[in-house]
T-cell receptor
Framework: AQSVTQLDSQVPVFEEAPVELRCNYS??????LFWYVQYPNQGLQLLLK??????LVKGINGFEAEFNKSQTSFHLRKPSVHISDTAEYFC????????????FGAGTILRVKS | EAGVAQSPRYKIIEKRQSVAFWCNPI?????LYWYQQILGQGPKLLIQ????????DSQLPKDRFSAERLKGVDSTLKIQPAKLEDSAVYLC?????????????FGPGTRLTVL
């Protein structure tokens, strides 16, 4: 069955430090990959997506992610975080062989400390 | 461009009561989704509409949940009767493409508490 695993439920980090949020998914022939961010009391906002092409994807707010097919991973990175990046981040996958619905991970809360 | 609208934002009910949520998608978006997000978990798809037809409702608990999108625009999601485990945030999303989704746009959600 298709599944998405976010290995860290919470990631604390100091302001201006780099951060990586990890995402792995169950093996599949073809996938679309997404990262969404959710600020308190708000809906989900798309950060970036991978559909095809270059495996390094750049998104909004200085975030980027790299698709690694052999490791079935799509980790999210930012070289220098700000207090305003404090939010919950969700990795989501469309497993093409199972239709077109998004399967979400459990989320990672990023806490940026000053 | 206006985003996805949802109401109410918060709802508190007793178990065994009924409740309804409303969603207005982005204008022109043919595909509409309802998700359930339980605290500490990622959103889980309940139902997907393409215009006013149901594409996927395999994870909708049909004994108590129902949803409709009669004119292919607004949608309502109903729970009758509610159980304690229905406490969650209910998210509505819409998508401008056809059956194959690409980018989904989410509303702010309705937080349901069942006492």
């Amino acid at each position: 069955a298709q599944s998405v695993t976010q290995l860290d439920s919470q990631v604390p980090v100091f302001e201006e430090a780099p951060v990586e949020l990890r995402c792995n998914y169950s093996s599949s022939v073809s996938v679309y990959l997404f990262w969404y961010v959710q600020y308190p009391n708000q809906g989900l906002q798309l950060l970036l997506k991978y559909l095809s092409g270059s495996t390094l994807v750049k998104g909004i707010n200085g975030f980027e992610a790299e698709f690694n097919k052999s490791q079935t991973s799509f980790h999210l990175r930012k070289p220098s975080v700000h207090i305003s990046d404090t939010a919950e981040y969700f990795c989501a996958v469309i497993f093409m062989e199972y239709g077109n619905k998004l399967v979400f991970g459990a989320g990672t809360i990023l806490r940026v400390k000053s | 461009e206006a985003g996805v609208a949802q109401s109410p934002r918060y709802k508190i009910i007793e178990k065994r009561q009924s409740v309804a949520f409303w969603c207005n998608p982005i204008s022109g978006h043919a595909t509409l989704y309802w998700y359930q997000q339980i605290l500490g978990q990622g959103p889980k798809l309940l139902i997907q509409f393409q215009n006013n037809g149901v594409v996927d409702d395999s994870q909708l608990p049909k004994d108590r949940f129902s949803a409709e999108r009669l004119k292919g625009v607004d949608s309502t999601l109903k729970i009758q009767p509610a159980k304690l485990e229905d406490s969650a945030v209910y998210l509505c999303a819409s998508c401008p493409t056809g059956v194959r989704s690409d980018t989904q746009y989410f509303g702010p959600g309705t937080r349901l508490t069942v006492l």
